[in-house]
């Protein structure tokens, strides 16, 4: 096995063991301090004192925040191994330099803040019900996909800058792979906001490229593909892939899905994988790009992949999933595909699959 | 500097760090898979099923949750260190044993989840405005203390069992170290639900009891005292410590202030210590029972309590917090108090002090 998460590891002794469990017991509460010192600029200041270090009274002065919320976040901070303290001084720990500065946890955060927060409140009855329960927290939709447009602006900042942060670092990867074999339609299967799109129109000028998605990202891709001055070599397709009676077109070289398949069941991914068979030639191929919990180098990535399966659970849809790569292959060859061709570690923990006809 | 958090320690390499950030961004979302786990049986099934382990499909059909519900929590269980698999069998590591059976930690959590989670949410207003703004998500009150005999009953209960966790074990020493005077008249101050009174009573005939408190709390207080067949010994004093004109009747050998001035802002404890030197005479004196951060044997205690204060910020009054000695010391001499006599380590990590006029 070469899984981070298959290791089974050395036991942490009772006492450890016992600290273990009350960080995970005060988890909500020291997320809440991290991120407010994150928001209220308190990290800044401390990653700016460097190892010099600030006083509380300074820190207080600074963020304008009183001497008494100083204190409570600091002992938070100071008792967690996120702030040293010395003679007076706070100073960031390594901890609370990925807090104050690592672009990842900086995401995860507002990912976590922002979007799931308040509805992970709902998860018991979201796993109970098998819909995502937490989504009323923003309003009345079936999924947060029909809810994205209309989304309060910073969660769909905090939604997007999530997404786009995993993808920002696999796409220029991915796209060698994709473009090894010189396609010349494209077809991209959930096109979000057009990213993939212009970077393949930008990448080829021989490339066509059809975009399939809902009405509402339609709109953003279309407005998006056209300001970058694409628009004459785009073609966007309404479909649900959830409706049976949804197809893809055919005529492409590439069927392209990138962290599109995880937004569905196990049953939904093999209908969707169905339709992309019917619409595939004989020379075509299913790229699939995914995060699956069971290929990442670091166990944290594999943690984070978890946490965000319980995102899809009580907010996105109720019923997908971040995928281990041992369960989804099954759905693949379920569609009557097999996996051709298969990448590790792209960009930032994707993996890519070059599926074909079985 | 005798205290776990005040030790310099280890600096982690910054891959761990990176996790470690990490396991702070996804805290909610753990500590809400781990508490659903906990409220869902599926911890009592794996602690059962002992070193043998258990299916995810046994644990689907044996807990009423469906397949894809027991794959996301696994999946997040087995990232975070709670569960080990074998062969597709579970098992709980040590981590998970704690989740699973230990009393404090079980109380950590349903305090977390029932009282503090949603209004944790509001910490940031809290921290800005001084007041308890979470504390809205329960209702309209100015601080928990009123609002505690009107909350809903299983929030009532988590908060009630958080507080009686801590003082089961510290009372039966704390006894020990207040009788060693023989006292006749002791005065609690914040009397609860009149717990540590019953106690007192029943450990000596001779001893008379006085409980000040709320208007709320005394009926409780009066109720539990009668239940118990001591209410001849017992008088009940209704008084607000916050407000500037209550005081304290005189005549007592012993005032007992219990996990109460915590629930008091710096200048608030100075002035209700100011109260109890009113009341004394020569041989009166005031012991404070209190869990001091930088008295604590073990740095998850010191986290419990940190946490624990921004329970304070954003939930029960805005302003108050679990202390550190060192901070708390200039409060008792500030009021024309000293602290004569000092134990550590009482029961679950608690502190008692023996006050004398100055």
């Not at 089974?8 to 017991?25: G, L, N, Y």
């Not at 976040?73 to 040293?84: E, F, I, K």
């Not at 796993?127 to 769909?156: C, D, I, M, S």
């Not at 998605?213 to 479909?239: C, H, I, M, S």
Request: hydrophobic share 45%; aromatic share 10%; proline share 4%.
């Amino acid at each position: 096995m070469t899984t981070a998460t298959r290791k089974v590891k050395k036991e942490i002794p009772a006492h450890e063991a016992r600290a273990e469990a009350q960080r995970i017991a005060f988890g909500p509460v020291l997320f809440m301090a991290c991120w407010t010192m994150q928001r209220k600029g308190l990290f800044d200041l401390l990653f700016k004192a460097g190892t010099e270090g600030i006083t509380q009274m300074e820190l207080a002065a600074e963020s304008g925040l009183s001497p008494y919320a100083i204190k409570v976040l600091a002992d938070m901070a100071l008792t967690s191994g996120v702030l040293h303290e010395r003679e007076g001084r706070l100073t960031l720990t390594n901890t609370g330099l990925m807090l104050a500065t690592d672009k990842m946890t900086q995401a995860n955060m507002d990912f976590v803040g922002d979007v799931c927060y308040q509805g992970m409140w709902h998860l018991e009855e979201a796993l109970e019900a098998g819909r995502p329960a937490g989504l009323k927290v923003f309003g009345e939709w079936p999924t947060v996909y029909r809810a994205l447009a209309e989304l309060p602006q910073h969660v769909r900042r905090s939604w997007f800058e999530f997404d786009h942060f995993y993808s920002d670092h696999s796409f220029p990867p991915a796209m060698d792979i994709v473009f090894a074999s010189a396609p010349r339609q494209i077809m991209d299967v959930g096109g979000n906001t057009g990213k993939w799109a212009i970077s393949c129109l930008r990448r080829d000028p021989k490339v066509r490229m059809t975009v399939v998605d809902l009405p509402g990202q339609l709109v953003e891709v279309e407005r998006n593909v056209a300001k970058a001055g694409f628009a004459d070599r785009l073609t966007t397709v309404t479909a649900d892939m959830l409706d049976p009676n949804s197809r893809l077109p055919e005529g492409a070289d590439i069927i392209w899905m990138s962290q599109f398949l995880d937004c569905f069941s196990e049953d939904e991914v093999v209908a969707i994988l169905q339709k992309a068979r019917s619409a595939m030639g004989p020379n075509t191929s299913v790229y699939i790009m995914e995060t699956f919990i069971d290929r990442q180098r670091f166990e944290a990535a594999s943690f984070c992949l978890a946490g965000t399966s319980l995102y899809f659970t009580a907010i996105a849809n109720g019923n997908s999933r971040m995928y281990r790569a041992e369960d989804f292959k099954p759905l693949v060859e379920r569609a009557g595909l097999r996996v051709a061709e298969e990448h590790d570690h792209v960009g930032q923990g994707h993996s890519i699959w070059r599926c074909v006809r079985a």
